[in-house]
């Protein structure tokens, strides 16, 4: 486990290196969820246009899944209490900060990644197959947004790696329970 720590910290420090600070501009922007409410407003349109009569039942599935998600993740940090790279005293002289932002004491797992990858993972189950280009799409926002976490200097890779698998992991299994539940509800909504 040491061995992976170590490497952590070593594609942390390259990756959180990349920077200059137009890409800081860029990073920060991206790291704000304020900013990614049209592409919501977006998505909930295109869920809407496909599937009309379940539209509040998909709302609320993919309400519960991102509150799912971000709320488990809190218990990850707590119950590992892995430090951020920008609280972590070995490494704190190296890490790049953009606006002294860092975030709460721990990292793993990275909220931002499991969030926007379990709305992806939604995204892709619902949409994708009427959409062919938004699997592309939303799993380009995912890694940007999820990669920005570590330009920041609020967390190491395996944080957001994690983070990511988590989001997905939880999506599809509430998915499988609420068609198991509910199948007149969401069980169309692939075709």
């Known amino acids: 486990m040491e061995l992976i720590t170590q490497y952590d910290i070593k594609l942390f420090l390259f990756l959180n290196g990349l920077n200059s600070p137009l890409l800081d501009s860029i990073m920060y922007f991206v790291s704000q969820k304020w900013v990614w409410i049209p592409l919501y407003l977006f998505l909930l349109f295109l869920l809407y246009k496909k599937y009309k009569t379940q539209i509040f039942y998909l709302l609320f599935l993919v309400l519960f899944i991102i509150v799912l998600s971000d709320q488990s993740s809190v218990i990850f940090k707590n119950y590992f209490q892995r430090l951020r790279p920008c609280h972590n005293s070995d490494i704190i002289e190296l890490v790049h900060l953009v606006k002294n932002y860092c975030g709460g004491t721990y990292g793993f797992i990275s909220s931002h990644a499991s969030n926007v990858f379990a709305l992806a993972t939604f995204i892709i189950l619902y949409l994708g197959y ?12 995912a ?23 988590w989001g997905i992991f939880v999506t599809l299994l509430t998915v499988i329970v609420f068609k198991k539940i509910k199948p007149q509800y969401f069980n169309s909504a692939q075709q």
Not at 130 to 141: A, E, P, Q, T, V
């Open 143 to 165: 890694a940007i947004v999820s990669y920005s976490r570590i330009y920041l200097g609020a967390h190491f890779p395996i944080d957001v790696l994690c983070g990511a698998v």
């Open 130 to 141: 009427s959409y062919k280009w938004i699997s592309i799409f939303i799993l380009l926002w």
